[in-house]
């Protein structure tokens, strides 16, 4: 058995020495054997159980890597398998977000002039306006509003409601996400995305750049799946 010291572990990633005892510690590597000196004494199935949490770390983030450590050397292990599970489904429904939201902003992009021209021939709609237009109550509208999907400006003669070009890409993206059976803290995010990025085009970019993201997470799962499953053979 070849003995390894806490440098050792802590060398191969960039870590300090207290870095690696805290982890011990904290139950996300196996209890070191000491010698009679009290000095630890690390093994290689310690410094695969560090790989493995840091590629946990990588794919699931820092709470749930913890989790899973400790799961497994609790000897539970459909626990561990759980959590991880629980991660691959996140991901699967975020992507399917993102799909979800890219053929909005694809559907808002291809009909932009015909919103933008209704919306100028109009100058800007009332709610009772903007509700037949999309086929919804004003009810609907009103409750949008309420959790920040829709913005609209209030006449200062009248105080009554006044939705512009975008309000009016808003709500129909709003529509869409809704169809797709979206919560409204959801779609009320995704507008703001838009509103903050300047626009449809601004926010495509930045759904590639959430592919991009999605991509390394999944990655990043089969590179922990391999570290852990090579970790677990060991112990």
Do not use: C
């Amino acid at each position: 058995m070849k003995i390894l010291r806490p440098s050792d572990l802590a060398r191969e990633h960039g870590l300090s020495t207290q870095a690696v005892r805290n982890y011990e510690r904290d139950g996300f590597l196996p209890p070191a054997e000491r010698t009679p000196s009290g000095y630890r004494i690390y093994t290689e199935a310690h410094a695969a159980a560090l790989r493995a949490y840091l590629g946990l770390v990588a794919a699931y983030g820092h709470a749930t890597a913890g989790r899973i450590m400790n799961a497994l050397h609790d000897d539970a292990l459909d626990d561990a398998l759980r959590l991880i599970d629980s991660g691959h489904g996140q991901l699967l429904r975020d992507r399917e977000t993102l799909d979800s939201v890219r053929r909005a902003v694809n559907h808002l992009t291809a009909a932009s002039h015909t919103v933008a021209d209704r919306a100028e021939d109009a100058d800007s709609r009332t709610i009772r306006e903007l509700a037949h237009r999309l086929r919804l109550t004003p009810a609907t509208l009103r409750n949008w509003e309420g959790v920040g999907i829709l913005t609209p400006m209030r006449d200062p003669a009248t105080g009554y409601r006044r939705y512009s070009a975008s309000d009016i890409r808003d709500a129909e993206l709003a529509h869409l996400l809704r169809r797709g059976g979206y919560p409204l803290e959801q779609i009320a995010a995704v507008v703001q995305q838009i509103r903050s990025a300047g626009g449809t085009a601004e926010l495509a970019a930045a759904l590639d750049d959430w592919q991009r993201k999605l991509t390394a997470r999944g990655l990043a799962m089969l590179d922990a799946a391999g570290l852990l499953g090579h970790y677990m053979r060991m112990f």
